[in-house]
């Protein structure tokens, strides 16, 4: 069934697990057409899903023929909001000493260079409803926050990221089209481990939260969940 004019649509990368996945349920539960993209969903439940608002695409951020074959099947959609949420972390210890150029290569494919691929692919999706595309970023890529050093490999990629925000701000001005860093917070996942402070609920409710209230006026900020600005 072709969704309603009025419903808006997303598409949200990394969708299978975590923060994605709770991304794909909420903005669901909010009446949103999502495009939920993963590598892998077998099992998962993100394929138990069931819901007729809800389309799921196979997508390897760091090979540009899938992401080639994302652009032919979002061809002539109209969507209000991108959210990049796929990424790495890495290996666990990335303290000095440890770091292995392969490793630091495959951590800046995934979190730097890939968000940039999937901007020049889809950004045209955008343009008519003068639409958000959202990085998540995170804090530990603030170069003025940084007080711990180590993470050289997850730190680095993500100040890269928030560089390709800022350009594409600046870039896609003239089309109408906000962009944005996000930082989720520090969330118990697979990825952010059982220490982290908040979970998935709190912390995709704050990101939806700063999301809708976004004017092109916030493009090339970095935001965190709970609304407040980051410094780069």
């Known amino acids: 069934m072709t969704a309603p004019e009025h419903t808006k649509k997303l598409l949200i990368t990394g969708a299978n697990r975590g923060i994605g996945l709770q991304l794909t349920q909420q903005y669901l539960a909010n009446g949103w057409r999502v495009y939920a993209t993963y590598r892998q969903h077998t099992g998962t439940e993100l ?19 899938s992401i080639a074959e994302l652009q032919q099947h979002l061809l002539g959609v109209d969507l209000n909001l991108i959210i990049n949420n796929a990424g790495v972390f890495g290996p666990r210890d990335q303290s000095l000493g440890t770091i292995t150029r392969e490793q630091w290569l495959e951590v800046l494919n995934v979190n730097s260079i890939a968000p940039l691929m999937l901007a020049q692919a889809l950004y045209g999706n955008l343009v008519a409803s ?37 350009s594409l701000s600046i870039d896609l001005a003239e089309q109408g089209v906000t962009v944005v860093a ?26 939806r939260q700063v ?14 969940y709970n609304g407040s600005e980051i410094p780069w």
């Open 182 to 207: 996000l930082h989720p917070g520090w969330v118990r996942t697979d990825m952010g481990g059982p220490n982290g402070l908040i979970d998935t609920h709190t912390s995709v409710n704050g990101l």
């Open 130 to 166: 003068k639409g958000t595309f959202a990085i998540v970023s995170s804090k530990v890529g603030s170069i003025e926050d940084n007080q711990g050093g180590s993470l050289y490999l997850y730190r680095s990629s993500k100040t890269a990221v928030n560089q390709v925000v800022k």
């Open 47 to 65: 394929a138990a899903l069931n819901c007729d608002k809800l389309t799921l695409l196979p997508l390897d951020v760091a090979d540009d023929d």
């Open 211 to 224: 999301l809708d209230a976004l004017t092109i006026n916030d493009s090339g900020r970095f935001f965190n």
